[in-house]
């Protein structure tokens, strides 16, 4: 019986585990893409494969553009932007400009 509780107790413990590595993935998972369209409280992205995003934002979501910090109202339509994590509310929303996106290349 003492050796049944054990592995119980083990398995527990690994479903745990599995569980936070799960929501730590989710948590770090991005979207990629151009957007099209910029509202008071979303973006709305197209990804490589031509699919349309809508991402919401609050007010702890992070915004930068160029690598400098800003307001989701600077943000413009054919801007590339990563999304982080790619589902629910956007943590970050990592924006380059046309314009430096063409001096890269």
Avoid: Q
């Avoid at 003492?2 to 413990?13: E, G, N, P």
């Avoid at 790619?86 to 943590?91: D, E, F």
């Amino acid at each position: 019986m003492r050796y049944a509780s054990r592995i119980l107790a083990v398995l527990v413990m690994m479903s745990f585990v599995g569980a936070v590595h799960a929501k730590e993935a989710a948590d770090t998972a991005t979207l990629t893409g151009k957007i099209t369209k910029v509202t008071a409280k979303t973006i709305i992205l197209v990804d490589a494969d031509k699919k349309n995003h809508t991402v919401r934002t609050d007010a702890k979501t992070k915004v930068t553009l160029d690598g400098k910090e800003a307001t989701l109202a600077e943000l413009k339509a054919g801007e590339d932007v990563v999304v982080t994590p790619n589902k629910g509310v956007a943590k970050s929303i990592e924006a380059t400009s046309a314009a430096e996106a063409k001096d890269a290349k």
